[in-house]
């Protein structure tokens, strides 16, 4: 869905053309599904998660190591 939007003539401010431009792409509705389009990700499948949490406790028990020994 291509929103097309040209000068009225050439004396016609930058400023208006873009506002033009911006009210026809809220208009069309657009933007929620390009918005939608950016958040969708992936399911991540079990053995992932797994992995990712083994690993979030890993650093987790070595920050609060650090921690205890005064290293940071």
Sequence with gaps: MAIKVTRKDQSEASENVIRRFNR????????PLAKAQMRFSKPISKRERRKKAILREIRRAEKVERIKLGLK
Excluded: A, E, N, P
């Design 24 to 31: 026809k792409v809220l208009q069309s509705g657009v933007m």
